[in-house]
């Protein structure tokens, strides 16, 4: 069954049609919600009403979805027919990223999803200022993920905090996807992964996914501004870029004892950003790094480009800066750099951006497809 979100109810407010809304934070946390069911939400610029139907308060509600295979889908205009999708994130567009943008906000007073069931989608919204600092949410201040087989695509994941790891997202023993999403401004206090944190995780693939002005706040240089692996199974990363997560000495993707299986890392850019592993495989094909990573052999680095190389982004700068862009000036290097046999056409067909993933002979490295 599908149920329609505004950020108030409208009309009949039974959720029923895009006339009668209920409110998101009502439908997800009060029906009566069976396994399959969808739930679309409008977003800003909708053709039924003001763009504030858009804009999700969610100030002392955590979305918490607790019901297997549910599907939540942002991003809607109102007129559609069919599970939509009606427009890509825009990497410079700050500070909505879309062009019809659902926006989950935590107002800095506590996270805002947590998704504790099988099978779960969330797709198309903003999430952002969401914040886990008391009692048991230390973790995950975006979203705390609990379960498997999750799917996680078309979010930008923005300035939440995490009073321990994880600012933007916690994967914790469990397992997912991630495909076209952009991290950015996200803080952990305590612990690690300003913008990422997998603990003891299964199966985790990141594809086209940009990390920028992620931090941590604790005293170590291994805390990992933008990622931290920990004692994960094989999570897989692949054309990602990671770019400008300096803040402190901390590295910007640590792998922690990663001892059950390797972590690889695929047609990815970490420039200027640094990459250390204490323990485990971490292997980096076909990428392009700022610096030589540590405690990994340079014989697990296998294809990749020559480190130090710039791969000459158009203007690498915060997202929030005017005319910040990552995508690749002509005459990167890291166009048609990559390998396509790590691209599954069957998953990934464009790049962050919904652009053709494929321009060229090869894969261009990082989240964007010149």
């Not at 509600?61 to 559609?80: A, F």
């Not at 939440?160 to 952990?188: P, V, Y």
């Not at 951006?353 to 090869?362: A, H, K, M, Q």
Request: glycine share 12%.
């Amino acid at each position: 069954m599908i149920y329609y979100a505004a950020s108030v109810a409208i009309g009949l407010g039974n959720a029923s049609s895009w006339n009668d809304c209920d409110s998101l934070v009502n439908i997800v946390n009060s029906y009566p919600l069976v396994p399959g069911d969808e739930i679309w939400a409008l977003g800003n610029n909708n053709v039924i009403g003001p763009s504030a139907l858009g804009t999700y308060n969610l100030v002392g509600n955590t979305l918490v979805i607790n019901v297997q295979n549910l599907s939540m889908y942002g991003g809607c205009r109102g007129n559609e027919p069919t599970p939509p999708r009606t427009a890509n994130i825009v990497s410079t567009q700050y500070p909505t990223f879309f062009q019809f943008s659902s926006i989950l906000d935590g107002g800095n007073a506590n996270r805002v999803i947590e998704i504790s069931a099988n099978g779960c989608r969330v797709d198309g919204f903003v999430i952002k200022n969401g914040y886990a600092g008391t009692g048991t949410q230390l973790d995950g201040g975006g979203i705390h993920v609990l379960s498997s087989n999750i799917w996680l695509e078309n979010l930008v994941i923005m300035e939440n905090t995490a009073g321990r790891s994880g600012g933007g997202l916690c994967f914790s023993q469990s397992g997912g996807q991630l495909k076209n999403i952009i991290f950015f401004k996200n803080r952990a206090i305590s612990g690690g992964g300003g913008g990422f944190y997998l603990d003891r995780t299964h199966d985790v693939v990141s594809q086209n996914v940009l990390f920028n002005d992620n931090s941590v706040d604790a005293d170590s240089t291994m805390n990992g501004n933008a990622i931290y692996i920990y004692r994960s199974n094989r999570p897989l990363f692949i054309n990602n870029t990671i770019a400008d997560n300096l803040h402190s000495s901390a590295v910007s993707v640590y792998c922690d004892n990663a001892t059950t299986s390797n972590i690889d890392f695929r047609n990815s850019i970490l420039y200027p950003d640094t990459l250390a592993a204490t323990g485990g495989n971490v292997l980096v094909e076909y990428c392009c790094l700022g610096t030589i990573p540590i405690g990994i052999p340079l014989a697990n680095i296998i294809n990749s480009l020559p480190i130090p190389t710039n791969p000459l982004f158009v203007n690498p700068v915060p997202l929030s800066t005017p005319n910040a862009n990552y995508r690749l000036q002509a005459g990167s290097p890291c166009i048609d750099a990559g390998n396509n046999a790590f691209v599954p056409p069957s998953v990934i067909t464009t790049d962050l951006e919904g652009n053709n993933r494929i321009n060229g002979p090869n894969v261009d490295m990082g989240a964007f497809e010149m």
